[in-house]
């Protein structure tokens, strides 16, 4: 979606976007010189506006929060496949024992 | 939903307005799921303290609950998306990807380990790994099919044919493309998840397009030829007289390339826009025309 439909979604001015955008809290997209936003992206301006209205914590600590989530899903990924590959040679130790 | 807002708070009957704030702002740190993004449960204690603090939070309602006129049936929240929920389907390269809580292990080491069997396939058995990659095309190029190159870390052109009717997200599986084998075994492949930017004013809606087509007042009213661009190039489409903003119409065959060799749909929706300039004729002409009229479109509405 483009500036005015991400906008009308959340209700907030274009210029509110453009802090997150600057702040590198929301990365759309750029598609022909204008932004395109995703759902995720959508998902992440309702997160943001979680924080920040109903929480009450300042651009510092939201600044700060971002950066820890988007870490968290990093290691959440890491950890996923860890577990994956573990189950992967599990089943692979288990059809090399069961062949004579 | 017909718990107690207060006791899903936390507060007093007489507390204030503050202490609401407050006890709301507390729990709502403790349970909002993208604060919690393993914890499945937090997303229904999130939509509970959300639905009292509707109501608890808003003096006015406040009032009304304790009277008894309304009850938190009225306060349900709307479902929604966290973004948990697209992070974990992120792919590897998107714009949040982000490493720097692992960044100290030694990065090698830590993928050999994790990525390189992923397909899993024979790892036992010497054949090469599975390549993942991730390429960004254009829309048109999605929709009517072409031929184009990824590059391999070792500079070595690969060419994929991106069959007509991709989808965004969609990957693609080139056999044998990717690591080599192990003595004379058979390589991995390389799999490449393909990634759709988005159109200036085409959307794709599965197999069918959407598009909102302008079209001036004479148009609108008197009907005739207009051009309408399609995913391969512009067509005639006749509009009947007296064709309103917001009517959609339908250019069978017009849409996306199916599997099974039919294709969907192009929907037109119609939008009256007026000339860029104020016309005096044009302003003059509907003065006229507006003095014999009692047309009110907002008639349904009531108003």
Redesign the interface.
Known sequence: MNDIEFCAQLGVEVTVIEVWINEGWI?P?T??G?R?FR??DM??A??IM?LSH???VNEAGVDV?M?L??????????IE??MS?RA?LDD?LDS?IKKP | MSRDPYEILGVKRDASQKDIQSA??KL??KY?P??N??DKKAEDQFKDISAA?EILGDEEKRKRFDRGEIDMTGAEQHP?????????T?S?GG????????ADFDADD?FS???S??A?RG??HGNGADLHFRMEIDFLDAVNGTTTSVYLPDGVALEVKIPSGTHDGQTLRLRGKGAPGASGEPAGDALIEVHV??H?FFVRDGDDIRVELPISISEAVLGGKVRVPTPNGAVDMTLKPHSNSGMMLRLKGKGVAKRNGEKGDLYVTLKIVLPDKPDPQLTELIGTWAQSQAHNPREQMGV
């Open positions: 990365r997209e598609f022909e204008s395109a759902l995720a998902a992440r309702r997160l979680d109903h929480m009450g929060i950066d989530i988007d870490q968290i899903h990093g290691l959440r990924r890491v496949s860890a590959e992967h692979e090399l | 709301f702002r709502a740190k909002h993208d604060l993004p393993g603090n929604r998306n966290f973004y948990r929920d697209y992070a974990s992120e590897s714009p949040y990807q982000n490493s720097s809580g692992f830590l380990t994790l990525f069997r992923r899993g790892a036992f930017r988005p200036r």
